[in-house]
Nanobody, 121 residues
Framework: QVQLVESGGGLVQPGGSLRLSCVASGSIARIYDMGWYRRAPGKQRDLVALTTSGGSADYADSVKGRFTISRDNAKNTVYLQMDSLKPDDTGVYYC???????????????WGQGTQVTVSS
């Protein structure tokens, strides 16, 4: 079964940096878009950054200039480099990918379990 596993979260001071990783595994034929979402305390889950299979990227306005999304297609991995972190960046970060497995006719969205990021002084 296809799985997405995030790592790299933790506790960091304001202004600090973290690098999140998400690895897709399983019977994967093709991965299309990959992205990062977050759920802040008391809020809905919102898009943070998205990258297409061609390498283009899009970001939420709140993280532009501070976060960088990238991917390594050979490793089925997407990264989120987070710099100049703010307390408002606190939340659970979820990896998302549109994946076509070998055993399915169609692609669909898959989600990771989430990794906690806490920005606090």
């Amino acid at each position: 079964q296809v799985q997405l596993v995030e790592s790299g979260g933790g506790l960091v001071q304001p202004g600090g940096s973290l690098r999140l990783s998400c690895v897709a595994s399983g019977s994967i034929a093709r991965i299309y878009d990959m992205g990062w979402y977050r759920r802040a305390p008391g809020k809905q889950r919102d898009l943070v950054a998205l990258t297409t299979s061609g390498g283009s990227a899009d970001y939420a306005d709140s993280v532009k200039g501070r976060f960088t999304i990238s991917r390594d297609n050979a490793k089925n991995t997407v990264y989120l480099q987070m710099d100049s972190l703010k307390p408002d960046d606190t939340g659970v970060y979820y990896c998302n990918a549109n994946i076509k497995p070998y055993y399915d006719y169609f692609s669909r969205e898959y989600w990771g379990q989430g990794t906690q990021v806490t920005v606090s002084s």
